[in-house]
């Protein structure tokens, strides 16, 4: 069991290291947004839509993968390199045709969905470059899941770090130094999404077989259809309140005071994310061991005692952080600070999204 622990905890770090400085510059962004996008102005609310159209890109990525990156996980077998390639093929072709056929359909529709979600004068432009960002996203789902799935955790993260350099150092320039508000952003992160799908190509290549097995396709997609529900109850408990409160709010910046203190719940959304991407191909592996019960009881108990640890030092030193110097200004705008009262829960809910995480591996 010592061993199996290491394990675990030798794939976490190598996956925390990099995805912690990685989350870390994305977090940055935060207050970036905040000194350089006007919140008090309500005929430009860029940073509303920032977090706006991020939390519904967050429901269509469920959506572009219909479940068939969880299948990729169940199906793979690394001892049967031809049956793992046979997996990502159906796989990688369901989440293509899915993702580019709603995209086209965005693109169709953007004269009449884009006065929906933003009245920016720009706004069928940034609708267009949006929809395909979860495209290129999706289209990276299942390289993704393989190198996790061949034990490839620093290349893994390696990428991930890469893709948000990338996007950091774009909107730094183009929101910045070129001053085009909301567009660098779309801008910053379409590039970004584009590049990894470049560098995963060869890859792609070289896993894709040109032959449909329809027993295999279809006992997949019975696999993968299920776990739908519960990832769009997921992807609702953390985004759907976005939407909500966009529609329910009396204030134009609520929104963006909302969605800015949501972001500094993310040290505890840092330590759930990283344990999920070792956790789910370490339980997968060792579902058949005699102890896996207590090998999986003793997981959720250290897991319990870090987060409490990360619950606490948060709740008690967010304050001061947000007072902190930074680009244009404080950490945080001070026109955000009365948002701060919520950290404490959303530190709460990631805990127990953790525990979810945990327990999943029982089904």
């Given at each position: 069991m010592i061993e199996k622990l290491k394990s675990l905890a030798g794939d976490t770090m190598i996956y925390g290291i990099f995805s912690i400085v990685g989350r870390f510059l994305t977090f940055l962004l935060t207050p970036f947004y905040t000194n350089y996008l006007d919140i008090n102005n309500p005929a430009k609310p860029e940073n509303d839509f920032i977090i706006y159209i991020f939390s519904i890109i967050a429901f269509i990525n469920v959506l572009y993968s219909l479940g068939m990156e969880s299948a990729y996980f169940r199906f793979f077998e690394k001892n049967d390199e031809d049956r793992s390639k046979s997996v990502f093929t159906h796989s990688f072709f369901s989440i293509a045709s899915i993702s580019f056929f709603f995209a086209i359909i965005i693109v169709f529709f953007a004269d009449t969905l884009a006065?929906?979600?933003?009245?920016?004068?720009?706004?069928?432009?940034?609708?267009?470059?949006?929809?395909?960002?979860?495209?290129?996203?999706a289209l990276v789902l299942v390289p993704y899941a393989r190198l996790r799935m061949i034990r490839k955790a620093k290349r893994f993260a390696v990428t991930k770090f890469v893709q948000i350099l990338i996007t950091v150092f774009l909107n730094i320039i183009l929101v910045a130094v070129f001053q085009i508000g909301v567009l660098g952003v779309i801008i910053s992160f379409y590039v970004a999404s584009f590049v990894i799908l470049i560098i995963f190509l060869k890859e792609i290549k070289e896993n894709i077989i040109l032959k449909f097995d329809k027993k295999l396709f279809t006992s997949m997609l019975k696999f993968a259809l299920p776990t739908l529900p519960a990832s769009f109850s997921a992807i609702i408990l953390q985004v759907a309140d976005r939407p909500i409160l966009k529609a329910m709010a009396t204030n134009p910046s609520d929104l963006a005071i909302y969605g800015v203190n949501y972001r500094l719940g993310i040290p505890m959304m840092m330590l759930v994310s990283v344990f999920e991407y070792a956790w789910k191909p370490f339980y997968m592996s060792n579902h058949k061991e005699a102890n896996a019960k207590k090998l999986y009881a003793r997981v959720f108990t250290y897991f319990t005692l870090v987060a409490a640890v990360v619950f606490l030092i948060a709740s008690f030193f967010m304050e001061f952080v947000v007072q902190l110097p930074f680009f244009g200004g404080r950490f945080i705008n001070p026109d955000y600070w009365t948002g701060m009262g919520i950290i404490p829960i959303i530190l709460g809910g990631y805990y127990f999204n953790g525990v979810f995480t945990n327990f999943s591996a029982g089904f």
């Open positions: 006065p929906m979600i933003t009245n920016l004068p720009n706004a069928k432009s940034l609708l267009i470059l949006t929809a395909f960002i979860p495209v290129f996203d």
